[in-house]
């Protein structure tokens, strides 16, 4: 009978783990190519834990999430449930923790690093922070701190103070030639 119990115990908390695994990659595939969303998921990592009594779940140890093109990579992800048993914020933490996905089929991958990527399921915002970068088709945006509104689709990026003028620590922006038409303000 205890056996019997604890075979019970371990399969709700693989189911649990599934779950939030789910509501992990479709977090980060909002965006995605349509095909993502259709692909099976995979995640590894050293160790899982879940703590029913506090909505915790832990994944540490080389972590990788991958779902069609979309791949997260971290050291460890927590995710947190709200009451209601749903996810409230996800936080990946990496040495840095990165992320690729193709978010346009005539783009290339999208790619992001950060040691610290926060998502808060209840306002939409994705926050990196500690050497962020954001880099597609040659065009990348870095800083120290970058904040990304899922529902406005609008960023904010936030260096460090630096008087010195040199870029060191300061929001950069790279635009690539063949872009330039097309960014705001640009003349023929």
Do not use: C, H
Not at 14 to 19: E, H, I, T
Not at 91 to 118: C, E, H, M, S
Not at 141 to 148: D, E, S
């Amino acid at each position: 009978m205890n056996q019997n119990l604890k075979f019970q115990a371990y399969k709700a908390f693989l189911k649990k783990a599934v779950v939030l695994s789910i509501a992990i990659v479709a977090a980060s595939s909002a965006f995605a190519i349509p095909s993502d969303r259709n692909q099976p998921i995979s995640l590894v990592a050293d160790r899982a834990t879940f703590n029913e009594k506090t909505g915790v779940t832990t994944y540490s140890g080389n972590v990788i999430i991958e779902q069609g093109t979309m791949r997260l990579q971290a050291n460890s992800i927590v995710a947190n449930l709200n009451q209601k048993k749903q996810i409230s914020s996800i936080t990946a933490t990496g040495g840095p923790a990165r992320f690729q996905q193709q978010l346009d089929a005539n783009k290339g991958l999208a790619k992001g690093q950060a040691q610290k990527i926060v998502y808060n399921a209840e306002t939409g915002i994705i926050t990196m922070s500690g050497g962020a970068l954001l880099e597609q088709d040659g065009a990348s945006i870095r800083g120290n701190t970058l904040k990304y509104s899922m529902n406005k689709g609008d960023i904010e990026a936030t260096g460090t103070p630096n008087s010195t003028g040199s870029s060191s620590g300061r929001v950069q922006i790279v635009i690539p030639p063949s872009s330039t038409k097309s960014f705001p303000g640009a003349r023929d």
